[in-house]
């Protein structure tokens, strides 16, 4: 009886370890997020979208430690500058960071520029680097031609 009683309380002990376990991985997925909206560029056209990393739950992003948005841009897509740092965001803030990444589209179509980012995020005891891959996805169209006209005539009165 003694040993189904122990074996009962080790069981016991190890699903709440486990719940413990899954429920800290499920809380960790809510110290930040990474965030991309969609893009509209006209094939030809410069554009910029935007990469922004918010902390969550009493966490912030670490001032002082490097952040980085390095870059890979796919076939029709070029980019001014494929690597990202401190120096170039757009905004900055306790809780939040932004790059704007400059691109120009060469040919329509949807297109996905590989993104990895780099950054730490903090709390008062604690901090914790973070890498995050993402995929800035783009989409280049052909200007419609009655935009070229109206333009055209425009300018001639």
Not at 3 to 27: M, N, P
Not at 75 to 97: C, W, Y
Not at 123 to 152: I, R, Y
Request: include cysteine; charge should be positive.
């Amino acid at each position: 009886m003694l040993r189904t009683k122990t074996t009962i309380s080790a069981l016991f002990a190890g699903l709440v370890t486990v719940g413990l376990l899954h429920g800290a991985a499920r809380a960790e997925d809510k110290l930040y997020a990474v965030t991309q909206a969609p893009t509209k560029v006209a094939v030809g056209a410069k554009s910029t979208t935007s990469v922004t990393i918010d902390a969550k739950n009493g966490w912030h992003v670490n001032g002082e430690a490097p952040i980085t948005l390095s870059l890979t841009a796919p076939a029709g897509i070029t980019l001014p500058k494929a690597k990202l740092s401190r120096s170039d965001l757009a905004a900055s803030s306790l809780v939040s960071a932004r790059f704007d990444v400059a691109f120009e589209a060469a040919e329509p179509g949807a297109k996905v520029i590989a993104a990895e980012a780099h950054f730490v995020i903090c709390q008062e005891t604690a901090c914790k680097p973070v890498k995050e891959t993402l995929s800035l996805n783009v989409e280049a169209s052909v200007a419609a031609p009655a935009a070229k006209k109206a333009k055209g005539k425009a300018k001639k009165s």
